[in-house]
């Protein structure tokens, strides 16, 4: 049971440049959800989705894309890298959207230059 | 959803107990309270919740107060891994939407020292 897996791990980008999140959950959960992690200043929710086909925003949605097509995956698409996406990205995901624990990943270290 | 205070750091001898306070005086009364820690370069781990009752679990105990606006998690005895930054959250009941929207704040970073 691998549980919630992230890739990459550490990713490096120029400014301008798109990329993809990788987030991959094998515990059937219906919720999942992405955050960043800045220094100083905790983690911050920017998309989750209730389950396959429905996304909303979180806290700090602007410049992120989503999409759930599947129960298991969740994708977190940049589509033009800026200097201020420079964090580290969570991904987590619960057996429902009311379920009290979320189980996170291990995290995907992005540094926009 | 509540806003949490925490001291922003706390040291614990290794052995001791850990007693990680958490002020949330505008709690209201469907809104539980919620631990997760977060250990150096790791993903948060969930601890423990509760919403006007004492709970104990395998890993922590939370302690809530009557009036229910502050509470403490107690490590029972703090070893060296259990050094990590832990989150006081409070969050509502199910209303109809995505309840599990943690709000996590900066939380207060544990030492324990050998």
């Known amino acids: 049971n691998a549980g919630v897996t992230q890739t990459p791990k550490f990713q490096v980008l120029k400014t301008g440049q798109s990329m993809t999140l990788q987030c991959a959950q094998d515990?059937?959960?219906?919720?999942m959800s992405w955050y960043r992690q800045d220094p100083g200043m905790g983690l911050r929710l920017i998309h989750y989705?209730?389950?396959?086909?429905?996304?909303d925003q979180g806290e700090v949605p602007n410049g992120y894309n989503v999409s759930r097509s599947t129960t298991e995956d969740f994708p977190l698409r940049l589509l033009s890298a800026a200097p201020s996406q420079t964090s580290v990205y969570f991904c987590?995901?619960?057996?429902?959207?009311?379920?009290?624990?979320?189980?996170f990943g291990s995290g995907t270290q992005l540094s926009v230059l | 959803d509540a806003k949490t205070t925490q001291p922003p750091s706390m040291d614990c001898a290794e052995g001791r107990a850990a007693n990680l306070p958490c002020n949330h005086s505008t709690i209201s009364g469907n809104e539980y309270v919620y631990w997760y820690r977060q250990i150096h370069s790791q993903g948060p781990q969930y601890i423990i919740h509760?919403?006007?009752n004492n709970e104990t679990n395998e890993m922590a105990s939370l302690i809530i107060t009557e009036d229910r606006k502050s509470s403490t998690l107690i490590l029972p005895h703090a070893t060296l891994r259990d050094t990590a930054v832990y989150y006081c959250?409070?969050?509502?009941?199910?209303?109809?939407?995505?309840?599990?929207?943690?709000?996590f704040g900066t939380g207060t970073l544990l030492a324990v020292q050998p």
């Open positions: 987590a995901s619960s057996n429902t959207a009311s379920d009290e624990k979320l189980f």
């Open positions: 509760g919403l006007k």
């Open positions: 515990m059937n959960h219906e919720y």
């Open positions: 959250i409070v969050r509502g009941g199910y209303y109809g939407g995505a309840t599990n929207k943690l709000i």
């Open positions: 989705s209730v389950g396959a086909g429905i996304t």
